[in-house]
């Protein structure tokens, strides 16, 4: 992509320098004067109803200032917990005092008196009908049960006329269903293409199998964190790590009853987030009711432990699979039903099971998913949620059935993926994606055909696709006079995403990347953007950051030609100047001067807009080939090689788009071998980085990235979406490479030393 | 809380301090004096984002309380960077994109410091296990170990 200057060019991000020197301003590095600590009240069961609070002696600790609980939230909102607790550690209220440490102090002192209930934390439990319930208002019903009791619940709404013979007749049909029943669902997804009975039946291979993932945390490495200032005029402002600065704006506003226009969110740099950093509940809600009622500005920041046992982490699930081909290789039929651990509320990314249909063809496809109610957390989105689960299902009985006809896993792969044009079954229509080139790039990379393996090595490779979000966003551009360009929007910069931004916005106005500075602005000052999350900024913001920069181009010619006395058409961008085309006679004029001039012009200074609002997401695909030596005596995993290609359109800066593949990969990885929050009874046991294993420079090689460049047909230069697709195949990377070494197929995750031995020794499940 | 008096050096500034014996390292660096570049990432000495430099070795500033750091010298990355020219390690870690959110990257300059300044002809495979106690989420560690080996050789050259 060499006919740009700035575009596709490995450039220092806009925030280098700030991140290196420790001079980045993170939630928890706010300080205000007379600020106030705020901490937690937390349940000490998974399920308790709660009997009574007594808060009296925490309220005398001197240097307490505030305790909320349930009674303080006007709207009702469910902010603490008051009738029962729903999951070990979920919050019952929360203390402000002038020091962390007495505020911990008085959390203590709050006493619950608790009358302990039977918990359940397995989601295959949960869905029997003798497990205990959580919520009273789940739906226990299958699709056919639930049909017929909407129908039943408008006739005994209508009050007009007597319905009791049509609800007699409904209710003997309710009796009469056979139909498997649920309980403890808390949503469910149903999805089909075909006829999956005509599939299996043509099929001359089926290979039915169950997959079981578990929960992981995203473990950004900087905990939850707000401080709230409610002023006296009723203004709350709130400095917030956050991936959705005007998402918490209105989940404040509704959940407390505030004007919107009352609250100003100050977006902080952010110590990662990977899709759990966009919800109000965790740490922003509380800390604005508590600054509500001292009168003083209030931190709250959560521990590690507070964030295994009170985050929003990734759910685990349970899949059934069963796929069908031929013999030749071609995949027939594909039916999936997946049961999502929710924990206590619904929210599990359950819409993600139909990634089941990976990008093949599949004429023939049912996809059923519920989400299950247990007493643990809510879940929250991580990286592409959902599809590595899936992916991970889909790709592992994949590798089965190629092993089973022996077939090359990347040309059978290769032989059923969809080109364009083809349908996507149960999908939207979709534009050119590179799906072969993809996978065929990490193939050449690891020279696949010559491959070689000693004793107790294998390879293993796996696909997975993503569709990168789109949202609204809006942006201005102004020039300087002193000629250089400043970005102003509200979008949070999701690891690099301000560089893009500013890199397209230099490479139209042709100007050095340098000179492009970016402000971010707090929502009162900044226009809406959409949240950080989805890989949605380089392709939200990217394009708006175009329009905004053509906006600009569009004012500096006009100046120009105002300015050189000549016409708009005549005159170009070039190397920060507007010049003319035609060299005879060679004229030019600095962006400065035309700053400078146009603040005495009718039409003012040079203000470019860019607002946006959508158009078609662009799915994409990651691939991956990991090749692992297994030690047979300890069952330890070792990555030997592990390559990793991606279609990410265009990739604005490369070095932006390796470390993205690279840590997705890298996540991808831990899921797959150490990654797992453990529950039991109790509720979680493995609240912190001993036990909840996270990888390190120890654990791994480097991971070789490939870029594919596909162009995607409405990105920004043909970008698309890149930080969540990466995370996607490797699940299924590493089981695989594991069932080549070892001949043994691991469906349960993760797949840590003592399961490889377990299974190695014939001693698994 | 009855508060002790303290006396530290902290990237060449000394601070007479009354602190409460409760208090980490970490807090008094952070909230007393105002120090925010080293982080908090996990309180329990597991993540490495507090690591900072006490008379010469790297430490968890979590676990260590702010009174035991009385009389000691304490080098955290905001004293790295000389006034015009960052420490090799940041300039590398700029120019190879060893860092994505940041928040580990305090963490790990100051622990690649303390190794690289005992062990100068480091081995890719020692800077791995030396920085096996900072742990970074985002990046997957191919670029920071990437930059720390950059910075060794510049290290090693000046």
């Known amino acids: 992509m060499s006919e740009y200057a700035v575009l596709g060019k490995r450039v220092t991000r806009v925030d280098a320098l700030e991140k290196v020197t420790g001079a980045a301003q993170y939630g928890g590095d706010v300080h205000l004067p007379g600020m106030l600590h705020g901490k937690f009240v937390r349940s000490a069961h998974p399920h308790a109803r709660i009997l009574d609070i007594d808060t009296s002696e925490a309220e005398k600790l001197p240097g307490v200032r505030a305790v909320v609980t349930q009674d303080d939230v006007e709207s009702g909102r469910r902010v603490f917990a008051t009738d029962k607790v729903l999951y070990l550690g979920e919050p019952i209220a929360a203390v402000a005092a002038t020091d962390p440490d007495i505020a911990e102090e008085a959390a203590d002192l709050i006493k619950i008196d608790y009358e302990v209930l039977p918990a359940v934390q397995d989601v295959m439990e949960a869905i029997q009908p003798d497990a205990p319930r959580l919520h009273s208002d789940d739906t226990k019903d299958g699709p056919a049960r639930r049909a017929i009791r909407a129908d039943l619940r408008k006739l005994e709404r209508d009050k007009s006329q007597d319905h009791s013979a049509e609800i007699a007749e409904l209710n003997a049909q309710l009796e009469a269903i056979e139909e498997d029943v649920y309980y403890n669902i808390s949503a469910e997804t149903h999805s089909a293409a075909g006829d999956i009975e005509q599939g299996f039946a043509e099929s001359d291979l089926v290979v039915e199998d169950t997959y079981v993932i578990p929960r992981v945390h995203q473990t950004y490495m900087e905990p939850h964190v707000s401080v709230a200032d409610a002023d006296s005029t009723g203004k709350v402002t709130v400095w917030a790590s956050t991936q959705g600065p005007f998402a918490i704006r209105s989940g404040i506003a509704g959940t407390l009853g505030i004007p919107l226009n009352q609250i100003n969110v100050v977006a902080t740099t952010m110590g990662g987030g990977f899709g759990g950093r966009f919800g109000v509940a965790l740490t922003h809600v509380p800390a604005v009711l508590l600054s509500q009622k001292t009168g003083r500005p209030v931190k709250i920041q959560m521990t590690r432990e507070e964030e295994f046992t009170d985050g929003r982490p990734a759910p685990g699930c349970v899949i059934k699979l069963k796929t069908g081909v031929k013999n030749d290789g071609t995949i027939l039929a594909r039916e999936g039903l997946a049961f999502w651990d929710s924990g206590s509320v619904s929210g599990a990314s359950i819409g993600s099971t139909i990634r089941l249909r990976g990008v093949y063809k599949f004429p023939h496809l049912k996809v059923d998913a519920y989400g299950v109610y247990t007493n643990k957390s809510g879940t929250a989105a991580y990286r592409a949620p959902g599809t590595p689960q899936v992916a991970f299902a889909g790709e592992s009985q994949l590798d089965d059935i190629a092993r089973k006809l022996n077939l090359d896993p990347v040309e059978f792969r290769l032989k059923n993926m969809r080109v364009e044009g083809d349908p996507v079954p149960a999908g939207p229509n979709e534009p050119k994606v590179g799906y072969k080139e993809t996978l065929q790039a990490v193939a050449d990379a690891v020279d696949w055909k010559n491959r070689t393996q000693g004793p107790n090595q294998g390879w293993g490779v796996a696909i997975g696709d993503w569709t990168n979000g789109c949202g609204p966003g809006g942006m201005f551009v102004s020039i300087h006079e002193d000629g250089s360009a400043r970005i102003f929007h509200g979008s949070m910069d999701i690891t690099g995403t301000d560089t893009a931004l500013a890199q397209i916005v230099a490479e139209i106005l042709t100007l050095p990347y340098e000179e492009v500075t970016i402000s971010r602005g707090d929502t009162n000052s900044a226009p809406y953007a959409t949240g950080s999350g989805g890989s949605v900024v380089t392709f939200t913001m990217g394009n708006t950051a175009k329009l905004a920069a053509e906006d600009t181009r569009r004012r500096l010619l006009e100046l120009a030609a105002e300015r050189l006395n000549t016409d708009v058409e005549s005159l170009e961008l070039k190397d920060g100047k507007v010049s003319t085309i035609e060299a005879d006679p060679p004229k030019s004029i600095g962006f400065g001067e035309l700053a400078a001039y146009s603040l005495s012009t009718t039409g003012g200074p040079i203000v470019g807009k860019g607002s946006f609002a959508r158009k078609p997401s662009t799915p994409a695909l990651a691939a991956q080939i990991a090749k692992v030596e297994i030690d047979p005596e300890t069952g330890r995993i070792k990555v030997l090689k592990m390559a990793s290609s991606q279609d990410v359109g265009f990739a604005i800066n490369p070095m932006a788009v390796e470390g993205q593949i690279e840590g997705g990969t890298v996540q991808g990885y831990a899921w797959a071998t150490m990654e797992e929050m453990q529950y039991n009874e109790q509720g979680n046991v493995n609240p912190g980085f001993v036990d909840y294993r996270v990888p390190t420079t120890a654990d791994l090689p480097t991971v070789e990235a490939v870029i594919v460049e596909v162009e995607a047909p409405d990105g920004p230069f043909g970008a698309k979406g890149v930080g969540e697709p990466p995370i996607t195949p490797t699940l299924a990377t590493m089981a695989n490479a594991v069932a080549d070494a070892v001949g043994i197929r691991i469906t349960e995750l993760p797949m840590k030393p003592e399961k490889v031995v377990d299974a190695l020794h014939g001693n698994g499940k | ?158």
């Open chain 2, 1 to 158: 809380m009855k508060k002790h008096p303290v006396s530290l050096t902290v990237n060449t500034d000394t601070y007479d301090l009354l602190i409460e014996p409760r208090k980490t390292l970490l807090a008094t660096l952070r909230d007393t004096i105002g120090l925010t570049g080293t982080k908090e990432g996990c309180s329990t000495g597991d993540c490495g984002a507090c690591t900072v430099i006490v008379d010469g070795k790297a430490v968890t500033s979590c676990m260590m309380l702010g009174v035991s750091a009385d009389g000691k010298e304490i080098t955290t990355v905001e004293g790295l960077a000389s006034r015009d020219q960052l420490h090799p390690i940041q300039q590398a870690f700029m120019d190879k994109g060893g860092y994505q959110c940041g928040f580990c990257t305090p963490g790990f300059i100051v622990a690649s410091k303390a190794f690289l300044d005992e062990n100068p002809n480091a081995t890719e495979a020692e800077i791995r296990h030396a920085l096996g106690n900072n742990i970074c989420r985002c990046t997957g560690y191919t670029k920071i170990i990437e930059a720390v080996m950059s910075a060794a050789e510049v290290m090693r050259n000046s």
